[in-house]
């Protein structure tokens, strides 16, 4: 089967292959193939595989995370800098006041509920606030019943409370948020939009939410919080309108019912003091998912819940590596270390570089000046044979003009639906089933040309053509299905909620001819290098010259070898802050990364 793959992959990007989009712009990109795929995969295996598909050219990119917690990384790494949970399982021990939340954790996530209860029995208090009353609610100290959409107005009513009652933590607030920072004058709020919306675009131009400079182009700040332009005065203007009427009118929720939960969640604003929110699907998969996340991000910054034993916003993942398979970057938007992907404006390593932030605040960390480094680091480990500026003018680009989400879930099928796709891989994941429009869905799947599928067993993806009323003789698409091994019969790490690293050692022998994920990747990939090799192909460069042997043990893929890619290597002897380090010795810590192609890590 891995021939007759490796044929339809080298055919349908071949004829396809763009290496300069309409504006002239540099791009190096297939769009004539997707991939979806995958939380069911170790760390090792997904690191391999974005790199494979990267190498081909492909910017179809999606994997589970997009429909269960892209909300959560869009607001969780704008709040904080990173998005994930923020604190760990064991952690939900420690908290005064747990709030449950857009979650019904006690079913869906047991073993985490035993961290809830060990609280619970030294005092904190559970609340849970659903429109359900769940297993969750039966084992809080209280419930509370909310209509269906309208946590944005029940959070907001919480912050309102916290800023005109004072119950906020002020000297968090000064030393820790930006809550003193002084905003421009140009900032505005009028009838439900704020200064700087583009009508015909339908999108905000955000220079003028930009914080007000000194002259050494340091952000103003008023620690006494009294200016009427520092961030804290503009939310409490902002919130006014939250009052306990408007919110109960529009939640339903008693008013009496609103306080007990205000109340009780906001005196965890002490520095003695520290609550939770337990929150997954039931706030992430809403067209508002980014706002119900911010809004409690907001809470939890003027409480002084973050970076706190007991407090945090955690997100509660579902599968055993969402949380590695989003931190490997099986994603049309990001590189491994949440590195954006370039755009086609970005021709240059130079280019990209020039991207990174910037900062003349002499206190501001500004951990992402080291982005050259991590950039660097991470193009050597896909193409340790060449320097890092021939290594990036092989990776492909989005448009600079397009939406992030014309490369994602819903924009792929469309292309799918329009006969713009000649091939998918699902890689550990069932499309026919995860999207919001299953009939759509695999009304799409007959327009492709081929499918791989890799899964456990044959599932509804790879058996789209005999469902309900198709007829398998109109179909044309062809589909390989490849049987892989499951989590417990091999090896490799995976990154939990918690975003604890764990390793895992393969257990029983693997049933009959099944494979790991690592195997069946490489062994595709060898095939495909195979034919780039022996027969004229459209810029093979990328394919032939990706590191693949670094991974591997023999014939075979090679979590460990994988994984010491991943952490680093250095390409050649260097000295840093005085000590020499050699050739092939595994870097000792991520701030040892440089930007000149020593080290490879990725």
């Not at 790490?493 to 690592?518: F, L």
Request: with cysteine; hydrophobic share 35%.
């Amino acid at each position: 089967a891995m021939e007759e793959i490796a044929k339809r992959v080298k055919e349908s990007r071949d004829k396809s292959f763009t290496e300069k989009n309409d504006k002239g712009q540099l791009v190096n990109r297939t769009e004539a193939m997707a991939s979806f795929g995958s939380a069911a995969m170790d760390n090792e295996e997904c690191w391999a595989y974005q790199s494979i598909l990267r190498s081909l050219g492909l910017v179809y990119i999606e994997h589970q995370a997009r429909l269960c917690h892209s909300a959560t990384v869009t607001a969780l790494a704008e709040s904080f800098g990173r998005g994930a949970m923020t604190n760990h399982w064991n952690d939900l021990a420690n908290s005064d006041c747990i709030l449950i939340m857009g979650s019904n954790p006690a079913e869906n996530h047991p073993i985490s509920f035993k961290w809830v209860l060990k609280a619970q029995d030294k005092g904190a208090k559970v609340v849970s606030v659903d429109p359900r009353f769940t297993h969750s609610s039966s084992k809080a100290d209280f419930y509370v019943q909310l209509r269906v959409g309208t946590d944005i107005a029940f959070l907001g009513g919480m912050i309102n409370y916290i800023l005109n009652n004072d119950k906020y933590f002020k000297q968090y607030v000064i030393d820790s948020t930006n809550g003193p920072t002084v905003v421009g004058e140009r900032f505005g709020f009028s009838d439900g939009l704020f200064s700087g919306f583009n009508a015909d675009k339908k999108s905000y131009d955000k220079k003028t939410w930009a914080f007000e400079m000194d002259a050494n182009g340091v952000p103003v700040r008023d620690e006494t919080l009294t200016h009427p332009r520092c961030v804290l005065q503009l939310l409490k203007k902002h919130y006014d309108r939250y009052t306990l009427d408007k919110v109960s009118e529009t939640t339903g929720t008693p008013k009496e019912d609103l306080l007990r939960v205000y109340e009780t969640f906001a005196s965890t604003g002490a520095p003695d003091k520290a609550g939770t929110i337990m929150y997954a699907m039931g706030w992430t998969q809403k067209s508002v998912g980014v706002q119900n996340i911010r809004a409690m991000s907001i809470i939890q910054l003027l409480l002084g819940n973050i970076g706190v034993a007991g407090g945090g916003v955690n997100a509660l993942r579902g599968e055993s590596n969402v949380q590695g398979s989003t931190d490997q970057a099986l994603l049309a938007d990001i590189w491994p270390g949440y590195l954006p992907v370039p755009t086609s404006t970005l021709t240059t390593l130079a280019d990209y570089n020039a991207t990174t932030p910037k900062t003349n605040d002499p206190k501001s960390v500004n951990w992402w000046g080291n982005r050259p480094k991590y950039t660097a680091s991470f193009l050597m480990s896909l193409y340790p044979g060449v320097t890092p500026d021939v290594a990036y003018s092989y990776v492909p680009r989005l448009d600079a003009d397009k939406k992030r989400t014309d490369y994602m879930w819903m924009s792929i099928f469309d292309r799918m639906v329009e006969g713009k796709l000649d091939g998918l891989f699902a890689w550990g994941m069932n499309p026919a089933c995860s999207g919001p429009n299953a009939n759509k869905s695999r009304g799409a799947m007959e327009k492709l040309k081929w499918l791989v599928n890799v899964n456990l067993f044959d599932n509804e993806t790879g058996s789209f053509w005999r469902g309900p009323g198709k007829d398998p003789t109109q179909i044309a698409t062809e589909v390989f299905f490849l049987p892989c091994c499951t989590s417990i019969e091999k090896e490799g790490s995976i990154a939990n909620s918690g975003r604890w690293m764990q390793w895992r050692y393969a257990g029983p022998d693997r049933y009959g001819e099944t494979k790991p994920d690592g195997d069946i990747m490489v062994e595709m990939m060898l095939a495909i290098r195979k034919l780039y090799k022996e027969q004229d192909g459209v810029f093979p460069e990328p394919i032939l010259g990706l590191g693949i042997d670094k991974w591997m043990e023999g014939h075979e893929f090679s979590p460990a070898n994988t994984a010491k890619v991943m952490n680093g290597y250095f390409l050649r002897d260097v000295t840093i802050g005085g000590k020499l380090y050699k050739a092939g010795h595994q870097v000792p810590a991520f701030a040892m990364l440089q930007a000149d192609g020593s080290p490879a890590s990725g």
